[in-house]
């Protein structure tokens, strides 16, 4: 293989989304990812739905690239290899349930103290330690205790996020600790311990309402489209459809007031002068927005936008997103293999100069089962 991570092996002990999210960007960037599958059934990602030729959605998204080895990790066969492979791993990444990676060998100072150039990486709900250590975490659930579903939604009903925002944060911030983690060894030629918590990683990302909230002493809001600190932000009707209109600034404000809605008296109206005003007077200001917009079809107003410099968009459905012009134009699909045959992919969102992101297939379960046994001499099983 060839790539930035060419020649490091990652031991995936994962299900799921969140460490299966961290490590399929290790493949792209060309690393071999050898994915431990329970037998029989596998990932139980594999088993959400079956939309994508035969697979599902999830598995395919989090899964290209890597290699599948069903093993029962409690049994001593499933020990042996485990141990051949870790000898062998550059990195162990785990998302097993809490305390199952140490009933099974595979806690991080057990692991490093008889390799130390390992790298481990548990991801879990909630962290080691402190009363919620073992409770279960999934995403909805931890997206609840982050304090994500007070400020989603409308005023009369939370919402949780539409993708699994938790999951994605905490494979986001494993992935860049194992890079960091392999940098450091390059420079100390020792390994290290990686902990992400779901909570954690999500509560980074709720840091700005939290310090609105807290610091400002201010409630929760829920505004469903719009934005809670931020206006004129927001979905905005025309004559056909629904325009989203953001502006930033006072600069910005002014240039909407002035060449789009035709009100230069807007700009130092008290009740709109500041974000914060505007912020106060979001009704207010919404319908002085739409009687200005409600004759004018959705594209008109958003080339009107454009040419004024002022940030706009369409709400697009998925199905509308994978034909969207910028995509295409830049040439951002690529085709992979998988069990059910060829599925459209999207290069990973970080283009690295004169690298072709790898993107390899799909694996079906235990497809590499013999070839990886094999490699390890541990073809006969106890």
């Not at 919404?286 to 927005?289: A, E, L, P, S, V």
């Given at each position: 293989m060839t790539g930035p991570l060419a020649g490091i092996t990652v031991v995936?002990?994962?299900?799921?989304?969140?460490?299966?999210?961290?490590?399929?960007?290790?493949?792209?960037?060309?690393?071999?990812?050898?994915?431990i599958e329970r037998p029989g059934s596998g990932d139980f990602a594999r088993s959400y739905d079956t939309t994508v030729a035969g697979q599902a959605s999830y598995f395919v998204w989090l899964n290209r690239g890597k290699e599948s080895i069903e093993l029962d990790i409690k049994s001593d066969d499933g020990q042996a290899v485990l141990a051949a492979l870790a000898a062998?791993?550059?990195?162990?990444v785990q998302n097993l349930a809490p305390g199952a990676a140490e009933r099974a060998g595979l806690g991080p100072a057990?692991?490093?103290?008889?390799?130390?150039?390992?790298?481990?990486?548990?991801?879990?709900?909630?962290?080691?330690?402190?009363?919620?250590?073992?409770?279960?975490?999934y995403d909805l659930l931890v997206q609840c205790e982050a304090g994500l579903l007070s400020v989603t939604g409308t005023a009369s009903e939370p919402a949780k996020a539409g993708i699994s925002v938790a999951d994605i944060a905490a494979g986001m911030y494993a992935y860049s600790g194992i890079?960091?983690?392999?940098?450091?060894?390059?420079?100390?030629?020792?390994?290290?311990?990686?902990?992400?918590?779901?909570?954690?990683?999500?509560?980074?990302?709720?840091?700005?309402?939290?310090?609105?909230?807290?610091?400002?002493?201010?409630p929760a809001r829920r505004t469903g489209a719009r934005h809670a600190?931020?206006?004129?932000?927001?979905?905005?009707?025309?004559?056909?459809?629904e325009v989203f209109i953001g502006v930033q600034n006072d600069r910005e404000w002014a240039v909407l007031c002035q060449q789009i809605l035709g009100r230069p008296d807007l700009i130092d109206d008290p009740r709109f002068r500041a974000n914060p005003d505007r912020v106060a007077h979001d009704d207010e200001l919404?319908?002085?927005?739409e009687d200005r917009l409600l004759d004018i079809p959705a594209q008109e107003v958003e080339t009107a936008l454009d040419q004024a410099g002022i940030a706009c968009a369409q709400l697009r459905s998925p199905q509308q997103f994978a034909a969207h012009p910028q995509l295409a134009a830049?040439?951002?699909?690529?085709?992979?293999?998988?069990?059910?045959?060829?599925?459209?992919?999207?290069l990973p969102p970080v283009g690295i100069d004169g690298y072709e992101p790898a993107m390899g297939a799909v694996p079906a379960l235990g497809?590499?089962?013999?070839?990886?046994?094999?490699?390890?001499?541990?073809?006969?099983?106890?």
């Open positions: 995936a002990l994962e299900q799921a989304v969140a460490a299966p999210f961290a490590t399929r960007q290790l493949a792209d960037l060309g690393a071999r990812v050898i994915k062998r791993a550059d990195v162990l057990e692991l490093r103290r008889r390799h130390p150039r390992l790298i481990t990486c548990s991801v879990s709900g909630y962290g080691a330690g402190g009363p919620y250590q073992h409770k279960k975490a890079l960091t983690a392999l940098y450091q060894r390059e420079r100390t030629g020792q390994g290290t311990s990686i902990d992400v918590a779901m909570l954690d990683a999500l509560g980074e990302w709720m840091s700005q309402p939290f310090y609105y909230c807290v610091y400002g002493g201010q600190t931020i206006a004129p932000y927001g979905p905005y009707h025309t004559a056909d459809a919404t319908t002085i927005i830049r040439n951002r699909w690529r085709e992979m293999g998988s069990p059910g045959g060829p599925i459209q992919a999207l497809q590499h089962t013999e070839a990886i046994r094999a490699e390890l001499g541990l073809t006969e099983r106890g």
